[in-house]
């Protein structure tokens, strides 16, 4: 039987410094693939070559992954400074739609870094141009320099609520995670529900309250070693069951009308 579709959310690259693409990185393919067992399918994410309900009938479930660019502040009802650095308006056109389709129908996704900002922002919510101006916050900043390894390190703690959500996924109330951030969460939309937080009081893991479907998302990047990492694994573990269980339902579903 073929898998579930996963679309990954891609973004717009340059290769050779000249050749448009779209791109997404190997660890988010390898992670759909290997860790939730589904067939990963990279989305271009351009509303002039494709639709939100196209993307909902084709996929059982969505990657959003982080990317350099920010969601545009007039989305969440603010103007553009230098500080919220570079948008991909595109991209806003997209996922931001799709989050909110996909709460409506129950349909799974998960949500990293800048997907992480979408959901909060597709609910309604607020960021931070930059968290490590605000008095007390750390540098959720990626390490400038180093290799891979040193980039994706763990750096902090993330403290979960106990018997939520997450801490039943994580089978912990107290995690260790990357951080490659400039942005977060300023004022958290309708339903978002807060249930993790960095030591310094940034908001980490978050899900959309009484949601039919798999909504998490996280400020981290869990794709990085998501086989290996004991915090990563049973994430991308809960997505691929969530997504498994969707694309059994509308199977079923199929079946009955022919």
């Known amino acids: 039987m073929a898998r579930p579709i996963v679309g990954i959310i891609g973004n717009p690259a340059l290769l050779n410094d000249s050749y448009p693409a779209h791109a997404t990185g190997h660890m988010n393919s390898e992670a759909v693939s290997e860790v939730s067992e589904c067939l990963p399918l990279m989305i271009p994410a351009d509303p002039r070559l494709l639709s939100v309900a196209e993307l909902l009938e084709t996929c059982d479930g969505f990657l959003l992954t982080g990317g350099r660019p920010n969601v545009h502040p007039e989305e969440y009802g603010e103007a ?61 900043r990626m390490p400038p320099e180093g290799t891979l390894e040193e980039k994706f390190a763990l750096r902090h703690k993330v403290r979960l609520k106990e018997g939520g959500v997450f801490h039943r996924v994580f089978g912990a109330t107290e995690v260790m995670t990357n951080s490659l951030h400039g942005q977060g969460i300023k004022t958290p939309g309708r339903r978002i529900e807060i249930e993790g937080e960095a030591e310094d009081g940034t908001p980490e893991a978050i899900y959309v309250k009484d949601a039919p479907g798999f909504t998490l998302a996280v400020q981290w990047h869990p794709e990085w070693q998501a086989a290996s990492d004991p915090v990563s694994r049973p994430l991308f573990e809960a997505f691929g069951a969530a997504v498994h269980a969707w694309s059994g339902r509308n199977r079923r579903a199929q079946l009955k009308t022919a």
């Open 80 to 140: 553009p400074t230098e500080a919220h650095g570079a948008f991909d308006r595109s991209r806003d056109a997209i996922t931001l739609p799709l989050v909110r389709a996909c709460v409506e129908r129950g349909q799974p996704f998960l949500g990293v870094c800048r997907g992480f900002q979408e959901v909060n922002v597709a609910m309604g919510g607020t960021l931070y141009p930059e968290i490590r101006d605000l008095p007390g916050r750390m540098n959720h």
